[in-house]
């Protein structure tokens, strides 16, 4: 008799947000928003609170606000590891647009996979199919809608 494998146990939010930030590359970020998008759970605070406990190697620089920065406490810390990764940079604070992380079809795959392992109502709509093209998100949404109407009067 063949039993089929059993599946894994589901991740908790703060263990798929630090897996979802090790797979940011370097020089590239996402910010809070992004990160619950992504993961179509919780909301940008939730994330911020999520990434204060982050293991030893996660790589929390590159998970910041939308405004481009990160805590004042961590900043010296962030700004070091971003000139490291060169990363974009207007000013003092990362040039969101410019260093946002636009993940490949393989990468998509991860993060939907890392969404749907986790346990809990999901806070948006996410399907199986890969996001439509979004301009408030660069290229891609995290939502997992298919449609390819303007959202909030944005043209896609």
């Known amino acids: 008799m063949h039993l089929p494998s059993p599946s894994p146990p589901p991740l908790d939010f703060e263990e798929a947000v630090h897996q979802l930030a090790g797979l940011v590359p370097a020089g590239r970020i996402l910010t ?12 940008p605070r939730q994330v911020g609170k999520a990434m204060q406990g982050t293991a030893p190697g996660t790589p929390w620089w590159r998970i910041i606000r939308a405004d481009g920065n990160i805590t ?4 010296e810390q962030a700004r070091a590891h971003w000139d490291q990764e060169r990363m ?8 969101v647009a410019r260093a946002r992380w636009q993940p490949n079809d393989r990468q998509w795959r991860q993060i939907q996979e890392l969404s749907a392992s986790l346990d809990g109502p999901r806070t ?3 399907d199986e199919e890969r996001p439509r093209t979004d301009p408030a998100f660069g290229q891609q949404a ?3 809608t298919k449609t390819s109407e303007p959202r909030d009067g944005m043209e896609p």
């Open 88 to 95: 974009p940079r207007r000013g003092g604070r990362v040039d």
């Open 32 to 43: 809070y928003k992004d990160v619950a998008e992504l993961l179509g759970r919780a909301g």
């Open 142 to 144: 995290g939502r997992g």
């Open 72 to 75: 004042a406490s961590l900043l």
């Open 124 to 126: 948006s709509r996410a």
